[in-house]
């Protein structure tokens, strides 16, 4: 199984099973392509919640807002690898602006908040670069983007 930059975030929580190893370099890849490199300050990738073959997930990503404020989004995702293939579902949200300097307290409020302790997030800093976010992605394996023949979602 390929493992991410982020596998050892896994460690900090409880985990059952592979989990979806292609469910966050794909949801980072959403969030830099709808985004865009140039507007992402700093991006807070939490450690994932795995159960077997499943698993969630929250990246946070401050945004450049024209001002000393930040726009915050996050970006959530669920996943399920089952033998039909791979299932993803990423939602981004506006969450709203604040100071730069009270970001990192709002993702310490995060952790403490969760119905589960998520564990500390691994803080990535973009400011603005493409180069930042490439070298980001380039941290995967390439196995991890190849496109997975999901079939038709089972109901349920």
């Given at each position: 199984?390929?493992?991410t ?12 099973g592979?989990?979806v190893p ?40 401050s ?13 959530r995702?669920?996943?399920?690898r ?7 579902d ?8 604040a100071?730069?300097?009270?970001l990192?307290r709002?993702m310490?409020?995060v952790v ?8 500390n997030?691994?803080m990535?800093?973009v ?13 995967f394996?390439g196995?991890?983007?190849?496109e ?8 349920g």
């Open positions: 199984m390929a493992r930059p982020f596998s050892n975030v896994r460690g900090e929580t409880e985990d059952d592979p989990g292609e469910a966050l370099p794909r949801t980072l890849r959403e969030v830099g392509r709808r985004l865009g490199p140039a507007a992402i300050d700093r991006l807070w990738i939490f450690p994932p919640m795995v159960r077997g073959r499943r698993e969630w997930g929250l990246v946070a990503a945004c450049f807002d024209g001002s000393q404020a930040r726009r915050l989004i996050t970006a995702y669920s996943a399920q089952t033998g039909r293939g791979l299932y993803l990423s939602r981004l949200l506006d969450e709203g602006v100071p730069a300097d009270r990192p709002v310490e409020g403490k908040r969760g119905p589960r302790p998520l564990g997030p691994r990535v800093e400011a603005g670069g493409t180069e930042a976010f490439d070298a980001l992605m380039a941290g394996d196995e991890l983007f190849e997975a023949v999901a079939g038709l979602r089972a109901a």
